[in-house]
């Protein structure tokens, strides 16, 4: 019998739940070709935008179908951007086994995690301030997530509205977070050497000429071939840089945008699955700019929806 859950059962389940070391083993099975991914389904409509992922690991008991849709102007409604549900099938008889109706929390904490994973193995490890770009789900969760990885209980933060910084800067304090505002995007990056970019932009928020050498920038709202929040000239000037796919890097996110600005090559571009299995290198000096470009792979579905239906059945 095909199992529902609710959000609420879904957040109960995720509670005190490690997802980084299962994000990890999912990044790896795409890099090592165990991973069967199709290209991404893409819904863009007038107010919003849907997307459709789905995919499956060899060995594994079952395989994800998953709908996450951002429709940015829901808050103004009292509604969350985000929203969703994720499918879970039997991969030896195709017999759906789970329906986890999220409302597109497992994608943002997936997301989040990634951010995490990224840090574990790309960041700086001198403590200095954390810097968020945006105030959404985002700006929260990957904040949350990177304590577990790195030190984070500082941060910066930087926000087109002014109203939605000082909301953030609250909310965060009552979870332990110092948190100042930075006044644009470039101050943020001269006080900070680990940056997560959160926002829906369709033009660059950050600068190549204003990144500090040993920065490390985790870019997360670059999802759909029309969004980009980092000039291409950071990912020409980095050192490192590291896809979560090279074949949705090549249709989505930063390094889209900079192989079709002509500034960079894919023969430079490593995966993030790499990194973690040390068939690739990631930071190995102090100086160095490393990028993390996450479009998000179905791969992170998998693990996560895996994750919480085995706690939900138990």
Same mark, same amino acid.
């Given at each position: 019998?095909?199992?529902?859950?609710?959000?609420?059962?879904?957040?109960?389940?995720?509670?005190?739940?490690?997802?980084? =070391?299962?994000?990890?083993?999912?990044?790896?099975?795409?890099?090592?070709?165990?991973?069967?991914?199709?290209?991404?389904?893409?819904?863009?409509?007038?107010?919003?935008?849907?997307?459709?992922?789905?995919?499956?690991?060899?060995?594994?008991?079952?395989?994800?179908?998953?709908?996450?849709?951002?429709?940015?102007?829901?808050?103004?409604?009292?509604?969350?951007?985000?929203?969703?549900?994720?499918?879970?099938?039997?991969?030896?008889?195709?017999?759906?086994?789970?329906?986890?109706?999220?409302?597109?929390?497992?994608?943002?904490?997936?997301?989040?995690?990634?951010?995490?994973?990224?840090?574990?193995?790309?960041?700086?490890?001198?403590?200095?301030?954390?810097?968020?770009?945006?105030?959404?789900?985002?700006?929260?969760?990957?904040?949350?997530?990177?304590?577990?990885?790195?030190?984070?209980?500082?941060?910066?933060?930087?926000?087109?509205?002014?109203?939605?910084?000082?909301?953030?800067?609250?909310?965060?304090?009552?979870?332990?977070?110092?948190?100042?505002?930075?006044?644009?995007?470039?101050?943020?990056?001269?006080?900070?050497?680990?940056?997560?970019?959160?926002?829906?932009?369709?033009?660059?928020?950050?600068?190549?000429?204003?990144?500090? =050498?040993?920065?490390?920038?985790?870019?997360?709202?670059?999802?759909?071939?029309?969004?980009?929040?980092?000039?291409?000239?950071?990912?020409?000037?980095?050192?490192?840089?590291?896809?979560?796919?090279?074949?949705?890097?090549?249709?989505?996110?930063?390094?889209?945008?900079?192989?079709?600005?002509?500034?960079?090559?894919?023969?430079?571009?490593?995966?993030?699955?790499?990194?973690?299995?040390?068939?690739?290198?990631?930071?190995?000096?102090?100086?160095?700019?490393?990028?993390?470009?996450?479009?998000?792979?179905?791969?992170?579905?998998?693990?996560?929806?895996?994750?919480?239906?085995?706690?939900?059945?138990?």
């Amino acid at each position: 019998m095909t199992r529902v859950h609710t959000r609420a059962a879904i957040e109960r389940a995720l509670a005190g739940l490690d997802l980084v =070391p299962a994000i990890e083993a999912g990044f790896v099975a795409l890099s090592e070709g165990r991973a069967n991914v199709p290209p991404v389904g893409e819904l863009i409509v007038e107010k919003g935008e849907v997307h459709i992922k789905y995919g499956a690991i060899a060995g594994d008991d079952r395989y994800v179908v998953k709908v996450a849709s951002g429709f940015y102007g829901n808050p103004a409604r009292g509604l969350a951007s985000g929203n969703g549900l994720m499918l879970l099938f039997d991969q030896e008889t195709g017999v759906p086994t789970d329906v986890l109706l999220d409302e597109g929390h497992l994608t943002d904490m997936r997301t989040a995690a990634a951010g995490a994973v990224a840090a574990k193995h790309l960041a700086p490890r001198d403590g200095g301030p954390v810097g968020i770009v945006g105030t959404g789900v985002q700006a929260r969760l990957q904040l949350r997530l990177l304590r577990g990885v790195v030190p984070c209980m500082h941060a910066v933060v930087w926000g087109r509205d002014p109203a939605k910084v000082a909301r953030y800067r609250a909310d965060m304090a009552a979870e332990g977070f110092e948190v100042v505002a930075a006044r644009n995007a470039a101050e943020l990056a001269a006080q900070c050497r680990l940056i997560v970019t959160t926002t829906p932009a369709t033009a660059p928020l950050l600068t190549g000429a204003g990144i500090r =050498p040993g920065t490390h920038i985790t870019a997360i709202g670059s999802d759909t071939p029309h969004k980009q929040e980092l000039d291409a000239a950071i990912l020409a000037r980095a050192d490192r840089i590291v896809a979560d796919s090279r074949a949705q890097a090549l249709l989505r996110g930063e390094i889209h945008k900079a192989l079709a600005a002509g500034v960079l090559e894919m023969a430079r571009v490593v995966e993030i699955g790499e990194v973690i299995a040390g068939r690739a290198p990631g930071r190995t000096s102090p100086d160095q700019i490393t990028v993390f470009d996450s479009t998000g792979v179905a791969v992170q579905d998998i693990k996560i929806a895996a994750a919480v239906a085995a706690r939900l059945a138990g």
